[in-house]
């Protein structure tokens, strides 16, 4: 008869014990209890270039869930997506957004026969309409300033990647809180 030492025993429940711990690790890390719906800010399908609002109210991200490349907007307060008629047209594909400080300015990338142009989306109109329309080079990586103002972005008309800013005018509504200060250019 074998005699057993508590060495042996250890030796015996050690893979025991790390595979009950790995396999507890492994389960409470699961996203089984994350929301997964055409409602929720989560889906089974490819989301990417996540931008968030200066507020951190609004996230605006490119999505497949529709069976579209469409750019989504969505409530983190309400936790629920934003109406955006006229900013998703059919056959095309939008890229690269950036929010203004509240949410109501989207800079984004789409294409304009054929070629990437950088667009801005007002959710207080509900349109959209193309900044760069005369560029022709090629434009990426837009982003808007908190207030909506400038627009600046890459582009390579030069024959190289240059930056390029795009003012948008002193007459714009610009996207502020209610009550906060505007300072004016001197």
Known sequence: MK??????????QIPWGLSFAMASLLVSCGYSDTPI?????????????????????FLAFVS???GSHQLLIYDLEQQQ???TQGLNRPETITESPSLSYTG???????SDQGRPV???????????QILTPIYR????????????RYVVFET???GQWDIEVLDRGPNIELDIPNGAAVATPP
């Open 118 to 128: 950088v667009a801005l989306y007002d959710r207080a109109s509900q349109q959209s």
């Open 81 to 83: 997506f934003v109406q």
């Open 104 to 110: 109501r300015y989207t800079a984004y990338i789409t």
């Open 156 to 158: 390579a008309s030069r």
């Open 3 to 12: 005699k057993v030492t508590p060495s042996f025993w250890l030796q015996r």
């Open 137 to 148: 080079g090629w434009v990426r990586n837009p982003s808007i300033s908190p207030d909506g």
């Open 64 to 66: 497949n869930r529709n």
């Open 37 to 57: 719906g055409p409602t929720s800010l989560n889906s089974r399908y490819t989301e990417q270039q996540p931008a968030l609002s200066g507020n951190g109210r």
